[in-house]
């Protein structure tokens, strides 16, 4: 059974930055991607960012150039340095995790509980 374990969620202030962490447990296979959404309150989730195994990343446009993922494959574990932090980027973040099936086209999903992100103006 896989699960995903999230931290380095909180309060900062605007301009301000915070480092979250999502360690997965369990049989993890490649290829697969791991990743971070958001969600704030009233709104869909979102993608914020996304890193595959083989380490190629995807931004959504508002975090560019302020947000980078990371990841370390031996841990199974995905970084999400926030940096220039806004109001608006204040959300439950959680984390995402989808792993293709071997010997299959499917992919499963698994999903963090969320950390809080809040950025104060």
């Known amino acids: 059974q896989v699960q995903l374990v999230e931290s380095g969620g909180g309060l900062v202030q605007a301009g301000g930055s915070l480092r979250l962490s999502c360690a997965a447990s369990?049989?993890?296979?490649?290829?697969?991607?791991m990743g971070w959404y958001r969600q704030a309150p009233e709104k869909q989730r979102d993608l914020v960012s996304s890193?595959?195994?083989?380490?190629?990343?995807n931004y959504a446009d508002s975090v560019k150039g302020r947000f980078t993922i990371s990841r370390d494959n031996a841990k199974n574990t995905v970084y999400l340095q926030m940096n220039s932090l806004k109001s608006e980027d204040t959300a439950v973040y959680y984390c995402n995790l989808k792993v293709k099936r071997p010997g299959s086209m499917f992919w499963d999903e698994y999903w963090g509980q969320g950390t809080q992100v809040t950025v104060s103006s």
């Open positions: 369990g049989i993890i296979f490649s290829p697969n991607a």
């Open positions: 890193i595959t195994s083989g380490g190629s990343t």
